[in-house]
């Protein structure tokens, strides 16, 4: 690679003969430049690979162009995909964007919000860990007057935007497609009450279970965290009752493929003896075998809305809260594991 | 959650009949307290839930407690691992992580840069993007004075830290396998020669193959960014040969997985007529029909070994410039899709 002098600015602004001022309003998508001047301009830009100073150009405006987002973990195919989409809106606008994982744990949680706010984020996007109640440290990202929008996991006593799927209507969905395979015994591996999305699913599984008539037994629905080995131990309690289930319906798809695994092991056919839902769409569900049934949870949505929102807020600091609740409709997506009448 | 009031050092003080700057000391881990004590105080801060002030702590030791990442993108099992493992080392020892991604893009790579150094990390741990070839915001972060350590994807010429695999012994041991399972036509579907450790695969099949005294062709050994659809492109290209290979060993699973899906597409048996190796055992790599064998890469001890690297630097940062190079062995995972005599 050759070791020319550095592209500025001013470089940019001599090709196009405009100013330098007009130059870095184009770059940071000021509203007084045009969109043919803007293009002109990311176009030279492009073409003398000029790299911005992104610390000198955040200490001119006051602000540090940074987003930050904190997951439970990034080794899901979910929360990648809707950091990737985040990327993309916000990428485009400027914006870079750091990234916390908690590890579904509450005080990771705090260090990670405490952190962000260290480094003088322009917002943040999250989704809470499994084990967040107390909602405090959330208040404190309020307080500071910074945009903060919850996806997937959120919390209605928080009072800030959220994106997430219809988790009670998904619930509803699964169940009616079981009963349409002819299961009469379905049981539910959730996640734990306390989590809206988990609280949300479980409502949805016993109100769908009521109005079908089916069995509403205790045994039948059971809490866990949705680890691979928490599907394989409740699998185990469901096949260890008097009467097994016909059919599993489980919140997280690595907790399905612990039950999956389980029913391998016992030589149950699956579909036939017992059938099997998982919950997210990873990219595992396709490839193992059989594949298994599960929900899309429109993680690219969900991403540029969060992102798109965030951009909203930024834009009108002072409009009036109006919660953008966008809850997009779950697609299921079923698959060998599930579908008895092929 | 009730809401009782914060507690602070002075409460974990109290507790222990010491003093606050004792207790102080003892949570930033300082050598002047017994490891006793800070066990006891570590104790009693957990017991009475106390949450550290990162911010204020920061500002009073002029260290911000905070070291980025960078990686080419975190929806991968490898470097998921590998991030994991640093902030359980790093995490225990007070420091908290801040991920961003490349997305293999150079561009990215230098936004990220300079957005860590603007955050002010104590210190970056890198495993580079596909495209970089200039090492110029790599130089800028050694000359800023904070360590930097990379991992997997490193540069010699960079003068760092690096810890990662004996990727060119690894060639060796697949090639190795191959040819003991009875295969004498043997591809590879390999990452850019730019890139080290792609580089290092590439030279160890060559010296493999010719050790092996096996034919040695410009159209088995194809270069490319080894994605799922790059597997299915250079597959298809070694089907379309006069004489097709019948072993392809893939520089990475998820070209690997695109590979095997042209091989199903074309009613080509796996192991028989064409035996498949991938690299990287990412989790689907055991899950899919058949198997695939593929190569583990340690990333446990990898992120131990960054971390540790790291702490390493801080404690002696003027200690006279030893490299670390820990070249971990690999280790095969044979599986279904290259064994041939089971």
């Known amino acids: 690679m050759t070791n020319k002098k550095k592209t500025t600015i001013k470089d940019i602004a001599n090709v196009l003969n405009i100013s330098p001022a007009a130059v870095s309003k184009a770059l940071h ?3 007084r430049i045009s969109d043919k001047t803007k293009e002109a301009v990311r176009e030279v830009a492009k073409e003398l690979n000029y790299q911005p100073n992104h610390l000198a150009s955040a200490l001119r405006r006051g602000k540090s162009n940074l987003v930050g987002l904190i997951v439970p973990r990034t080794n899901s195919n979910f929360f990648s995909s809707v950091i990737q989409n985040i990327e993309e809106v916000l990428n485009k606008k400027g914006y870079n964007i750091i990234i916390t994982q908690s590890n579904e744990s509450f005080k990771k949680e705090c260090s990670n919000i405490d952190t962000l706010l260290f480094t003088q984020v322009d917002g943040i996007i999250a989704s809470m860990a499994n084990e967040t109640i107390n909602l405090e440290y959330f208040e404190k990202i309020k307080s500071k007057g910074i945009p903060l929008i919850l996806f997937d996991r959120g919390e209605n006593n928080l009072n800030v935007d959220y994106i997430g799927i219809n988790d009670y209507d998904s619930s509803h969905m699964i169940v009616e497609h079981l009963v349409k395979q002819g299961c009469k015994r379905i049981a539910h591996i959730g996640g734990y009450r306390h989590t809206r999305i988990f609280n949300n699913r479980i409502r949805g599984y016993i109100d769908a279970i009521k109005k079908h008539n089916l069995p509403l037994e205790e045994d039948l629905l059971v809490e866990s965290s949705l680890t691979i080995e928490d599907g394989r131990e409740k699998m185990k309690q469901l096949l260890a009752l008097k009467k097994p289930p016909d059919a599993v319906y489980v919140a997280a798809d690595y907790a399905a493929l612990g039950a999956l695994q389980v029913l391998e092991e016992e030589n149950i056919k699956v579909p ?59 697609e299921l997506i079923v698959r060998e594991s599930s579908n008895k009448k092929r």
């Open 29 to 31: 998508d000021d509203s």
């Open 272 to 330: 036939a003896d017992i059938a099997l839902v998982g919950f997210g769409n990873e990219p595992f569900t396709a490839l193992v075998t059989p594949s298994i049934t599960t929900v899309n949870q429109h993680s690219d949505e969900i991403g540029k809305q969060a992102a798109l929102t965030f951009l909203e807020r930024v834009k009108s600091p002072n409009k009036k809260q109006t919660l953008n609740k966008f809850i997009l409709e779950a």
